[in-house]
């Protein structure tokens, strides 16, 4: 059984691989990196629940796919009427944006900032440092076959405002898309920027992007994501966070889409009184896995994190956390914080969580909570005892379970866009 | 911190004074050959007599073992074990003696040394009815049992496994293995091919025992590994409360441990099963000491059955131990109460697994490391709710107290839930020792050493409470003795 799973991941790997050895020659930047991401795929191939780091995500379903990726086409990403139709599902907003299609820049649709500077990936081709885990056999897929994505960087001292990045996917079963955008964010010291990040898309495709954030001293910035992919597509995203000190990241996203989406948070807190918080909550259904999964390195002394994960959990679907706070030797009095919280809503949904702690500083106060069960009847019958019908009185405990996390949004907008998608996901099921 | 001269030169005092327990006793043994193999575990089965099936049973192990990989997940790491290099028996030459009179003048002067009380006289002192039966095990052959007559007359069976096997073969058949089956896993696997003793107890239906049920487990020839095996079953409605005390002599060379425990719980029956581990943790260097890798493992098969859990965990250069509560039976409770210490070069690794999986059943985990030294200590623990496990119940407390700035405190717990009504909550805090509760003892006339012993005996006082009277005074000075004068 599991030598038939590793078998058929392989192959999948293989189909990768071998397009990589097609495509070298054409992908711009570094050949040096991407021979050694190649080289670490192909030995480490796609993993499989044996890896600790994915005991509770098996990416089986990959196997069955048939990824043709957009693969330097010529042609555009996607056709304007595919274009035009998932464009009119993302939330209408009149400030800059980068629309991305299949992982590809879209110039025609994207609107550059004034304050700062964006480029495509493609024009700027340059790969993280050390801290980027090139090991991982998926940051190395990614980085074998990166074609795109945005390199944004907002200098000293300015607040860039709102910034929207829109990945849009599209790709029909037996001709699945595949796309590995590699993007890159750098706040220089005092600098601010609102990151609003939504992805969605229609049909069978693999969005497996890296997004590399490196934030100078006292930076700050509020990073919204929105991940509300196809019901079909698979959703691997890593992210990197690297803070200086004195910076500040706010994170919080809303997690509904994808039939297997696993979101990967690393944050290295290197400088003296960073500040980290990721707010996420996962709203699944169906035959949904979503997996959160989130390693806060305290590198320096007097920081403070907070991991504040909540899910949401009905039919058969598979919720994921594996949460780790680790605290160097030097990094005395920091403050870690970790909290995950489920709540299943049908017989067969599943919660498997993982809260971690690592301590090597003995002056630190870190601290995880995590709880699983089913809504309060309690709760419920003083609502219904007051006439509110089952299922609003469902829907609203639902809501009051991710107040914590919606509420504490910053960003007017932003808040307002995940709401938005929170009241639709429930729109939509019959609970 | 003036305190802080104070303290080094006692942490030095105290870890250069050397392991309390570490003399050795001269008594000729009788070595198996070093190495493992077929011929060893026929050896070792002869030896004790045995009947085919159980030879034929290790022999099986032995099979399974040798296909199986040494596990590496655990946050701990030795030098390479050469399992060829190991004597895997060793007994006393003599003949077990059938009488206190007959045993070892040696052997017993070692016992006293260790004060455990084997002389059935030994009661202890002003504790009432505090009878404690001590089935003493000296390497590998248990060498003298006691009060067996007032347990037999309760119709309660205590003896060494190896005599149960002789006596008693249909209970032993019908158990061994059927918790903890013989390919369980790395060890538990090498321990079924070759374990040599250990205690064997069976409580009847509606028995509650009368007195507390005690091993001291001693390891004591050079370079013998030992595998313990302890069976404990309790009928309907019987009662079992079981102590095991673990000390051992000095060493340079690392020892390997790899015992095995089973319990079973029938319908409203209870195991309380509370261990002292004081093996020999190794010098200051983190040379020496003994490498603990235990499988530990009872199984709630009635309804509303109990096993709870209570471990005080001071030695060992590694403790690799994660006892787990099966918990089929409807409405059964599963417990596990910690303190593990690691000071020096310790490491330990070590945690529950709580299995729900009939209705109603209830966990509860309540788990206090302290580290100080260069020692690294984890709490790896699993909490898993089967989709028949309709309200289920779990709560699950992991504390951690960091003594200096060169140890490492962990937390792994892993949570899955596939039933909707149940219910899991988990906590786990890190810190120190802090500096207003020392102000607040010290202010009040205590000395500093006296502030911390009380502020990290409040730490471990939900976990000492679950001990019997006599084992909780025996914990406290433990600690007290690990880690005195190791805060600044």
């Known amino acids: ?431 | 911190m003036p305190a802080v001269a104070e303290t080094i030169e006692t942490v030095s005092a105290v870890t250069e004074g050397g392991y309390k327990w570490g003399f050795e006793t001269d008594i000729e043994t009788e070595l198996a050959p070093k190495g493992l193999s077929d011929e060893t575990i026929r050896l070792i089965s002869a030896h004790k007599e045995e009947p085919e099936w159980l030879l034929a049973w290790r022999l099986k192990a032995f099979a399974a073992w040798q296909n199986m990989t040494e596990p590496h997940w655990a946050r701990v790491h030795h030098p390479p074990i050469d399992y060829q290099d190991i004597h895997y028996y060793a007994a006393p030459k003599k003949k077990a003696p059938k009488s206190l009179a007959e045993v070892d003048p040696e052997l017993l002067r070692t016992y006293e040394k260790l004060g455990i009380p084997l002389s059935e006289r030994a009661a202890l002192a002003g504790v009432e009815g505090g009878q404690v039966a001590v089935d003493a095990v000296f390497d590998s052959v248990s060498v003298a049992t006691t009060f067996r007559e007032t347990l037999a007359k309760a119709g309660v069976i205590f003896c060494p496994i190896s005599e149960a096997v002789r006596e008693h073969p249909e209970l032993v058949r019908r158990y061994l293995g059927s918790v903890v089956p013989a390919g369980d896993n790395f060890f538990a696997a090498l321990n079924s091919a070759v374990f040599t003793d250990g205690s064997f107890v069976f409580i009847p239906k509606g028995v509650r025992c009368p007195m507390e049920l005690s091993t001291y487990f001693r390891i004591n020839a050079r370079s013998t590994g030992q595998f313990e095996r302890t069976l404990i079953i309790a009928e309907d409605g019987a009662y079992v409360s079981y102590l095991e005390g673990c000390t051992a002599p000095m060493r340079d060379e690392n020892q390997l441990h790899a015992a095995v425990v089973e319990l079973v719980a029938l319908d409203e029956a209870e195991i309380k099963y509370s261990t002292v581990q004081n093996w020999y943790p190794g010098d200051a260097e983190g040379r020496g000491g003994i490498y603990n890798f235990v499988t530990k493992r009872g199984a709630c098969r009635g309804r509303r059955s109990k096993i709870s859990w209570t471990q005080v965990e001071t030695g060992s250069a590694i403790t690799w131990k994660y006892p787990s509560c099966i918990l089929q039976g409807e409405g059964s409770h599963g417990a596990f109460y910690s303190v593990a210490v690691t000071n020096n070069h310790q490491q330990a690794d070590t945690g529950t697994k709580m299995i729900h999986i009939g209705a109603n059943t209830s966990s509860t985990i309540v788990s206090k490391g302290i580290s100080a030294g260069r020692s690294n200590n984890t709490y790896r623990g699993l909490v898993r709710i089967m989709p028949k496990a309709a309200n289920a119940r779990n709560f699950t407390q992991c504390d951690s107290l960091l003594i200096g700035d060169k140890c490492g405190a962990h937390t792994v717990p892993y949570i899955e839930s596939r039933n909707p009504t149940a219910r899991v909550e988990h906590e786990a805090t890190t810190s120190k020792i802090a500096d207003d509760q020392l102000f607040y003892c010290r202010s009040r006339g205590l000395s500093e050493e006296d502030s911390v012993n009380l502020i990290v005996n409040g730490f471990c006082r939900e976990v000492f409470k679950e001990l019997p009277m006599e084992f909780a005074v025996e914990a406290q000075k433990l600690l007290a003795v690990s880690l005195e004068g190791s805060v600044g």
């Open chain 1, 1 to 431: 059984m599991s030598v038939a799973m590793s078998t058929a991941l392989q192959e999948a790997a293989e189909g990768f691989a071998a397009r990589y050895q097609r495509l070298a020659p054409r992908l711009p930047g570094p050949a040096g990196a991407r021979r050694r991401a190649a080289a670490i795929f192909r030995a480490r191939g796609l993993p499989d629940t044996h890896d600790e780091a994915f005991r509770f995500t098996s990416l089986r379903p990959l196997a069955g796919v048939t990824f043709a990726g957009p693969a330097l086409a010529d042609g555009p990403a996607v056709t304007d009427e595919v274009m035009r139709a998932l464009l009119a599902r993302a939330p209408a907003t009149e400030g800059p944006r980068l629309v991305f299609a299949n992982g590809r820049l879209q110039a025609d649709w994207s609107r550059l900032p004034e304050t700062f500077r964006v480029a495509s990936f493609s024009a700027e081709p340059v790969f993280g440092g050390e801290e980027i885990a090139e090991d991982e056999p998926l940051v190395a897929l990614n980085t074998m076959l990166a074609e795109d994505g945005a390199v944004i960087s907002v200098p000293e001292g300015v607040d860039g405002g709102t910034l929207v990045l829109l990945s849009l996917g599209a790709g029909e079963a037996g001709r699945a898309a595949d796309f590995h955008p590699r993007h890159r964010l750098e706040l220089g010291a005092g600098a601010r920027l609102a990151l609003v990040e939504i992805a969605l898309g229609e049909g069978v495709y693999l969005h497996n992007p890296v997004m590399e954030i490196g934030l100078g001293a006292g930076a700050s910035l509020s990073h919204l994501r929105l991940q509300n992919e196809s019901a079909r597509a698979f959703h691997l995203a890593r992210l990197h966070v690297t803070l200086a000190e004195r910076a500040l990241y706010d994170g919080y996203s809303l997690v509904c889409g994808a039939r297997l989406a696993r979101s990967e948070i690393h944050a290295d807190i290197a400088g003296e009184g960073a500040r980290l918080a990721v707010n996420v909550a996962q709203l699944l259904d169906g035959e949904r896995h979503a997996d959160i999964t989130a390693v806060v390195r305290h590198m320096a002394p007097g920081c403070s994190s907070r991991q504040a994960v909540k899910n949401v959990i009905t039919g058969h679907a598979q919720g994921v956390f594996q949460g780790k706070i680790a605290v160097a030797r030097a990094a005395q009095k920091t403050d870690g914080y970790q909290m995950n919280q489920a709540l299943l809503l049908s017989d067969e949904a599943q919660v498997n969580s993982k809260p971690e702690l690592e301590i090597f500083a003995d002056d630190v106060k870190c601290s995880h909570g995590a709880t699983v069960g089913a809504l309060d009847p309690e709760q419920l019958f003083y609502l219904r005892s007051r006439g509110v019908p089952e299922r609003e009185a469902r829907a609203m405990l639902v809501r009051a379970f991710l107040a914590e996390m919606l509420d504490g949004v910053p960003h007017e907008w932003g808040r307002a866009v995940l709401e938005n998608a929170v009241d639709a996901w429930w729109r939509d099921r019959p609970l």
